[in-house]
């Protein structure tokens, strides 16, 4: 817990009476005590948070009866009685999460403490299905459950990643092209046929949260997610919390200039990033190099596609070598601009496109470095961490997790 974060706590208790709202919120911070400083005496939680030991005792004491905490052996004592330790109980509780694309659904379960219990994966058509969809998928997410063998009571929600532009406040997709969903409410709709809290969010967006709560962005207040594949997606964690702007549309990196007046874009501009280094842009470049005619619906580059070219550029293709080595200088032009404009500590590649290695990411590195800002590239952590389908669903789950683990007042992840 941040400073702001207890000063937030001592103000509340001695605020106006609204026992139930602060009871919450201490509830909420010991969990998020908990599961960050884990296993932890309750003397310890009692000098982080500022609370008394006796508010500890009994909240800690529900939280056990709920079988949401787990004691666990015994603090390094100096001297006396050892201490005995709460940690969380990884399955006292579950999270759904459901990654939807246009034509499938991912879906994983994870555990308290983010792991995968439970997943699959199946064709599902989703695109155009909007208000629709909200049936289809109660019925899907009740069936999950049912194949998934975990008791219907333990789950605390669902989390649904999308790609588009999401208001994951109100729960409502506002413009999901992919999926031709137009303002279309998620959240209370299927919160109320499925009796349990829907978050929604973008899936870059989802996958940043995960990072933070449970992956490498956990040490860090100012990280971003680079997602590659489809698309080039960004998710940005700022002062602790996603940076979402004023739509909640913010990190359409993929849609920033690169070349002006080049490629045209899936979104209709010209010079697009994506247009150059998402898969079907890569693939584009070795078409045009190759003279071959680019064919009509090609914005979505089936995936044995990418993987044979980058089969011929490890092979020494020159074509396939420079498709990739542009994708990487401009990715890399980018991703300086982003450095320079922020500050990260952290970037985090992710997403299948990540798992092209060298051939993509040393050209990147060189046009990083070239563009970098004195020391800001120095001092900053870059992480290559190839990701398959599941991660999305992972995000999406954390949504959920996230909601469990934050205390109402606090605000950030
Ligand atoms: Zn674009």
């Given at each position: ?5 207890r000063?937030?706590?001592m103000?509340?208790k ?17 969990l ?10 309750r ?10 030991l ?30 005995v330790l ?7 509780g579950?999270?759904?999460?459901l ?69 994951s406040e ?49 040490p ?29 549309g ?22 697009c ?6 898969d ?49 200088k ?8 982003l ?20 051939i ?24 290559i961490?190839?990701a ?26």
């Amino acid at each position: 817990m941040n400073e702001e974060s207890r000063k937030t706590l001592m103000k509340s208790k001695n605020g106006p009476a609204n026992r139930q709202l602060i009871r919450d919120i201490n509830q909420n911070s010991l969990l998020n005590l908990i599961k960050t400083e884990g296993p932890v005496a309750r003397t310890r939680l009692a000098e982080l948070s500022g609370l008394s030991l006796a508010t500890i005792s009994y909240i800690t004491g529900d939280l056990l009866e709920r079988n949401l905490l787990l004691e666990s052996g015994a603090a390094e004592s100096t001297g006396g009685r050892k201490p005995v330790l709460l940690e969380i109980r990884p399955e006292g509780g579950f999270a759904i999460g459901l990654k939807l694309t246009e034509y499938e659904i991912i879906a994983v379960i994870l555990n308290l403490n983010g792991e995968i219990v439970y997943s699959e994966r199946y064709s599902f058509e989703l695109r155009d299905h909007g208000k629709q969809a909200i049936f289809l998928l109660a019925e899907q997410v009740q069936a999950l459950i049912g194949r998934s063998g975990l008791a219907r009571a333990k789950m605390i929600g669902l989390g649904l990643g999308m790609p588009g532009l999401i208001n994951s406040e109100k729960g409502i997709c506002i413009d999901s092209p992919i999926l031709g969903w137009y303002d279309v409410a998620i959240s209370e709709p299927l919160g109320d046929l499925l009796n349990m809290p829907v978050y929604v969010d973008n899936d870059v967006n989802s996958l940043a949260i995960y990072e933070k709560l449970f992956g490498q962005g956990q040490p860090f207040d100012h990280f971003l997610t680079i997602t590659m594949g489809r698309g080039v997606g960004l998710g940005l964690v700022i002062n602790g919390d996603v940076y979402r702007g004023g739509l909640g549309g913010a990190g359409e990196f993929g849609h920033t200039t690169v070349i002006i007046d080049g490629r045209q874009c899936e979104c209709g501009n010209l010079g697009c990033l994506e247009a150059y280094a998402s898969d079907w842009g890569i693939l584009h470049t070795a078409q045009e190099m190759r003279g071959e005619e680019i064919p009509a619906n090609s914005l979505q580059a089936p995936e044995h596609e990418i993987l044979r070219l980058l089969d011929q550029a490890r092979a020494g293709d020159i074509v396939a070598l420079e498709a990739f080595r542009l994708a990487g200088k401009l990715l890399g032009v980018s991703l300086a601009n982003l450095v320079n404009l922020l500050n990260p500590q952290l970037v985090l590649l992710s997403g299948s496109g990540a798992g092209a290695g060298s051939i993509l990411f040393d050209p990147m590195h060189q046009a990083l470095e070239a563009h970098t800002f004195a020391r800001l590239g120095q001092e900053m952590r870059l992480a290559i961490e190839p990701a398959g389908d599941e991660s999305w669903a992972r995000g999406a789950a954390s949504l959920v997790l996230r909601q469990f683990f934050l205390s109402p007042v606090n605000g950030g992840i």
